[in-house]
């Protein structure tokens, strides 16, 4: 088995010999520390930078001139990415000392409501989508909207998710020769942060209103549309999308003569409907609804021509089938 080479300070330092490669500034700078051996790896990786640099420097100069300029332009452009993100961050400090300024001091008492409490009225369910942020599009202010976001705005059915684990141990008590075997069995669930949104805004806040927003070019529905039966679950995005797979299924069926982009667009307001229509699968959702003490809302924002639409489900009790319980009623395009 070879022996390992030695790391960089495990090596004899000649001090005699490398010394002399340096100039007297470099000995002026470590001074007694050179004769005596005494020297930190700081200062000894220091001192080896002094005498490898002229060789690099020779190396650099050999090298074609595009390619120096290359790497000059690298650096250049590393610098300018960097004062980049600083120039970013100088105008988020902006942004948020214009808010103070202009909302938290002029609006100072209600802030101080805030700080003791939440009440809003409305629940959003949004996308996670950067160009379609609900407080910019419809106004919400601090204290009136308690939003959760994710991909392609969608709301799983009502399921209690249990992942079981069975668990094996083996004792051996004195005196004993055969040991004794246990089994446990656990229960462990998992809720999606959407599940818990819910039952929070619903059950603590006692919101009044969920309004669902889809959009256009919805790149979760354009991922929902292009999924595959046979394609690997192991997907993050795949996993999550496939709670929308109803919509897509009923797109796919009612549009299939219209092109890919026209069904997206189709879908992303399918998949609206359906996440109002698993909204009802919550117990604690459905029977609030039934009471009138809670409306569920649709909403469909288009960026590209600046519309929205909203629409209202008219709940309807008794034992009618899933598909036909509940109407749209209030329905408004807003342009």
Not at 107 to 113: A, R, S, V, Y
Not at 214 to 236: P, V
Not at 276 to 303: M, Q
Request: glycine fraction near 6%.
């Amino acid at each position: 088995m070879a022996t390992p080479s030695p790391t960089t300070f495990s090596q004899p330092f000649n001090f005699s010999k490398d010394v002399r490669r340096t100039t007297l500034k470099t000995s002026t700078i470590f001074g007694p520390k050179l004769k005596s051996g005494e020297i930190e790896h700081t200062h000894l990786r220091l001192l080896t930078s002094f005498m490898t640099g002229p060789r690099l420097e020779l190396k650099a100069s050999k090298d074609p001139p595009g390619l120096t300029q290359q790497l000059d332009n690298s650096r250049l452009e590393s610098l300018a990415e960097t004062e980049n993100v600083c120039d970013f961050f100088e105008d988020l400090k902006h942004r948020f000392l214009r808010f103070k300024k202009r909302k938290f001091k002029e609006n100072l008492e209600h802030f101080q409501n805030l700080a003791q409490g939440q009440a809003p009225k409305f629940m959003i369910i949004a996308c996670a989508d950067s160009r379609v942020c609900p407080s910019n599009i419809l106004g919400f202010q601090p204290g009136e909207a308690f939003v959760v976001r994710n991909i392609a705005n969608l709301v799983p059915t009502f399921e209690v998710h249990i992942t079981l684990h069975l668990v094996y141990f083996e004792f051996l008590l004195p005196k004993q020769t055969s040991p004794l075997h246990f089994f446990f069995l656990c229960v462990q669930s998992g809720p999606s942060e959407t599940n818990a949104a819910l039952e929070f805004a619903v059950n603590a806040l006692k919101v009044e209103n969920i309004l669902v927003i889809g959009h256009s070019r919805c790149g979760g529905i354009r991922a929902l549309m292009s999924m595959q039966d046979e394609e690997d679950s192991s997907s993050f995005i795949r996993s999550w999308v496939v709670v929308g797979k109803n919509a897509s299924l009923i797109t796919k069926s009612a549009a299939s003569n219209l092109s890919f982009d026209q069904q997206c667009r189709h879908c992303e307001k399918e998949s609206v409907n359906h996440s109002l229509s698993n909204l009802l699968t919550y117990p604690w959702i459905e029977e609030k609804v039934a009471r009138g003490e809670l409306f569920v809302h649709g909403g469909y924002y288009d960026f590209i021509d600046c519309t929205f639409e909203k629409w209202t489900l008219d709940y309807e009790g008794g034992n009618l089938e899933k598909n036909s319980r509940f109407a749209v009623k209030n329905q408004f395009y807003w342009c």
